[in-house]
């Protein structure tokens, strides 16, 4: 069953349709959740935004736009956690050491590429994870950062970059 058509059972009043979107999605929101916040704040976070989205998914205009819709309230939710951070160097955030044996061309340890992840300005690191992590297309990446195609095309080259150049330096260290 498709999530449109899970989104109109549930905005019908099916409980079993809304039960099964969050049990679709639980994973992937906690998961873009908690690549943007610490776990503590992740698991917080990500019950308000099931209650954001059992709040206004009766008013829910396009059931087949449900994933972008999630992901922007999931962004919202972060985005008010991190607004005192905002003004800090997004470097300063959470660092940690990548280890990597080929980040060009070959496999990368998990927990290597997370902390290399993590290394990322926020901004980049939101599109990389929208993109890449959560299937997003650019353009629905736009719609949840609320920012022009063209703007996420560009964070997506410079987080490239930048992970690639994260992960090259800890294969020196």
């Known amino acids: 069953m498709t999530d449109e058509v899970l989104v109109v059972r549930a905005q019908l009043g099916e409980r079993a349709a809304l039960a099964e979107l969050v049990a679709r999605w639980r994973v992937p929101v906690w998961t873009y959740v908690r690549r943007m916040l610490d776990a503590e704040r992740a698991d917080d976070v990500s019950q308000e935004i099931w209650l954001a989205v059992v709040r206004g998914l009766p008013r829910l205009r396009e059931p087949g736009r449900f994933a972008p819709w999630l992901f922007t309230i999931a962004r919202r939710s972060v985005t008010d956690r991190l607004r005192g951070q905002y003004a ?3 470097e300063t955030l959470t660092a940690g050491e990548a280890t990597a044996e080929d980040p060009v061309e070959a496999m990368v340890d998990r927990a290597g590429l997370i902390s290399a992840l993590a290394r990322l300005p926020l901004l980049e690191r939101e599109v990389l994870v929208l993109h890449y992590l959560e299937d997003l297309s650019v353009e ?7 920012v022009p195609a063209g703007t996420v095309k560009s964070r997506l080259s410079r987080a490239r970059r930048l992970l690639r150049a994260h992960l090259e330096e800890g294969d020196r260290s």
């Not at 629905?140 to 609320?146: K, S, Y």
Request: glycine fraction near 0%; aromatic fraction near 0%.
């Open 88 to 90: 800090r160097e997004p």
């Open 140 to 146: 629905d990446c736009a719609q949840v950062c609320q």
